[in-house]
């Protein structure tokens, strides 16, 4: 296995200090961006502007994920923002064939393109597909607020992925997302996460690099 990815979500952080938080989590692989439209999840967030100007205060990767309706509407803007990876979910498209045009659409726009599923939703059908998605993103609780508790049987659907990529010998990238703390990340690893999502778990504490380091060596099988 590859080095874990941690990416620290922003959606923790303290945005009247945005600058100072996330520089307080340099330390981390990516930065997770939580986009949130108050219609697909009963939760708001921000948008590209706030997207854009977290670009601007780091060198991190951007991992964003839509949870938005509509997201072909919106891959577009938030390349433009500086997205390095853009995750949507297969919930919010139409059908099959079209969250494969969108994934084109987001590689076509020289970004990642990735997928989500939420837990009720089965990972069997798009097990066919991944070769054309960079990443896969399985939502570990309700997708919509941060701080919920990790949802253990979502490692099946991280087993199924690792088991059908390895085999494949396809280099598309497992992320979780959802309740990752230091009690919980090895589970994650030995199920066969590549990278881990990290809100509370970081930003709530006061040694920000001290809690990326933690979870990068529970997570290093």
């Not at 040694?207 to 933690?214: G, P």
Request: glycine share 8%; aromatic share 6%.
């Amino acid at each position: 296995m590859s080095e874990p990815i941690i990416a620290p979500s922003i959606l923790a952080a303290d945005f009247a200090q945005l600058g100072t938080e996330v520089a307080s989590v340099a330390s981390g692989d990516w930065l997770h961006v939580d986009i949130m439209d108050g219609h697909f999840v009963p939760n708001l967030s921000f948008g590209p502007d706030v997207t854009s100007t977290v670009d601007g205060l780091t060198a991190q990767e951007l991992d964003v994920h839509l949870m938005i309706e509509e997201p072909e509407k919106w891959v577009e803007t938030y390349a433009k923002a500086g997205a390095d990876c853009i995750i949507f979910h297969v919930e919010a498209v139409a059908n099959e064939e079209a969250a494969l045009a969108l994934a084109r659409k987001i590689r076509d726009l020289g970004v990642r393109a990735g997928f989500s599923v939420k837990p009720g939703t089965p990972i069997e059908p798009w097990l066919d597909r991944l070769e054309h998605f960079d990443e896969v993103l399985v939502m570990s609780v309700e997708p919509g607020f941060g701080g919920q508790k990790f949802m253990p049987e979502m490692l099946d659907k991280v087993r199924a992925l690792r088991s059908t990529i390895d085999e494949r010998g396809l280099d598309t990238v497992i992320e979780i997302d959802g309740g990752v703390s230091a009690e919980t990340i090895r589970a994650c690893a030995e199920a066969g996460c590549d990278a881990f999502v990290a809100g509370s778990a970081v930003f709530k504490q006061d040694d920000r690099a001290a809690a990326v380091a933690e979870l990068r060596e529970l997570a290093t099988l």
